[in-house]
């Protein structure tokens, strides 16, 4: 979906990236998107920003310890840090959280209400959907059945 990421520009307010996330979708940079992703990030360097997180801080440590070790989840625990602790909202202020990854919705909807009072959690095809009723985008559809045809379909199942 690297083909779409200026839809996240639309709605004319500012993209926050956690570290772990971008590190995530780029670190190997012969995987499927990767370039594409780092060329959007710089060629919109005053829209898209990226929040450092402890979490990915200390993965980078323990990391150059250990190469070969993984750590899971990396990117949806940054995600969660930077919403609690990285984004500081006015009281009129609203962030949304766009994820395809169920388990990170559950996690910050038991997260203290005054940062679910802030933040709205909504899913990849949710935003889509959104975008297309909003008729920013021809079709939702069309994004995924891209995303499937350029080999992205196994993450990007509703619910996976």
Do not use: C
Request: net charge negative; proline share 5%; glycine share 4%.
């Amino acid at each position: 979906m690297a083909d779409s990421l200026d839809y996240l520009l639309y709605p004319g307010v500012p993209v926050y990236v956690p570290d772990a996330v971008l590190y995530e979708a780029t670190r190997d940079s012969a995987a499927l998107g990767a370039p594409q992703i780092l060329d959007w990030v710089q060629r919109n360097s005053e829209r898209v920003r990226t929040i450092s997180t402890e979490v990915f801080f200390n993965y980078i440590e323990s990391h150059a310890a250990n190469p070969a070790r993984r750590e899971k989840d990396l990117g949806e625990r940054a995600a969660i840090e930077a919403i609690h602790d990285g984004m500081h909202l006015t009281p009129d202020e609203r962030a949304v959280l766009i994820t395809e990854d169920d388990r990170v919705l559950r996690r910050v909807l038991v997260l203290e209400a005054e940062l679910t009072a802030k933040m709205i959690p909504i899913t990849t095809r949710d935003f889509l959907a959104g975008m297309e009723n909003a008729h920013r985008i021809n079709s939702a559809d069309e994004v995924y059945r891209r995303a499937e045809d350029a080999g992205r379909g196994r993450r990007l199942k509703p619910g996976s």
